[in-house]
């Protein structure tokens, strides 16, 4: 998007007046979160880690529950992986609870287990970034050091009408030197977590409360009556489609197959019933067979098995996917259903089969599947993805 606008330039005295009017209004209306109830950098850092691509309302219990797990800097550097990833389970983007115990790590070896107090050491440990060490720095140290994440930038592209993209590395400079220009000597991190509220619940992003906005008199967008314009960003990549058929396989006493997954790439180390990777093709012909196949069959049972001589019903393509994967094992007539789930580059479609290990047949178990108990779930760190299958096999098992 091209605006075509001249930036707005400030006076010495509208920098200087900036920050007092932000800081009365958050004296006023901050929102009263747990990590707030001290400037402990231990909780900033977890807190500002967990807050990046999640909401604040999903994030609280998980702070909680984390601090209790891992009290300190020393409980997270000896954390047990299965356990670090247990009490990340269901935040996503798994590399940043590991990315914080390496830096745990770092932090007992090269700081005596205690959060370095200058930006530049806070910046060398893994995971940090600007943003976080910012935050920091500025809330736990008092340094004056910007915090600047989407909701900043949307708020400075309107005061000053910056056209810059806030999706590209080099536009971070401008906002950067915007945000030095106004911060608050004497109260950064106060500075900081103000504008992160006034993003969070004023400065919105379709939906501006500009009437009640305490930077009103201050924002160039509002005088122009070009609020929605800014900030600019170019549209997001699309995701990648990725096509798997799920196995929820019982044995005779009741137990699930699980897989492991590999220890590198996405959800390493996780969870999940085996999945087979297939084309958009044959997943969505998966479907229209069973469809078919419904047809031919009075009333058709979710609860129903396929029994050997019907196999031709199905056009043989994924009874002949399935056997071939798992020769001992009878399967349902229908899928339980579908799951889908969005990473940032790439949505999952996964259709969920049923079956059931016959007794009588030799079962192999492919490196890093288990047999499990229900019961056992909780102490196995499950995925998004997995979550929707477990949620979507006990729907219909309770309907």
Known sequence: MTINNQPI?????????????????????????????????????????????????????YFHRFLEWFPTIKDLAEAEEDRLLKAWEGLGYYSRVRNMQSAAKDIMVRFNGEMPSNIEDILSLKGIGPYTGGAIGSISYKLVEPAIDGNVMRVYSRLFCLEDDIGEVKS???FDEKVRETISQERPGDFNQALMDLGATVCTPTSPKCEICPLKEFCGALSRDQMTDYPVKKKKIKTVPMYYVALAIQNELGEYLLSKRPSDGLLANMWTYPLLEVTKEAYFQIEKDWKNYQLDIKEPNLFDFVAEEDLNLLDGSMMALLKKEKPAV???????????????????????????????????LDQNEYWVKEEDFDSFVFPKPQQKMVGLLDEKRNK
């Open 330 to 364: 009878i399967w349902q007539k229908q899928p339980l259903g579908e799951v889908k789930h969005v990473f940032s580059h790439r949505k999952w479609h996964i259709l969920l089969a049923k079956g059931y290990k016959v007794a009588e047949k030799e079962f192999i």
């Open 172 to 174: 971070r400079k401008i």
């Open 9 to 61: 330039i400030w006076s010495d005295s509208q920098n200087r007046e900036m920050s007092p009017a932000l800081l009365d209004w958050y004296d006023q209306d901050m929102r009263l979160l747990p990590w707030r109830e001290n400037t402990d950098p231990y909780r900033v850092w977890v807190s500002e880690i967990m807050l990046q691509q999640t909401q604040v309302v999903t994030v609280i219990p």
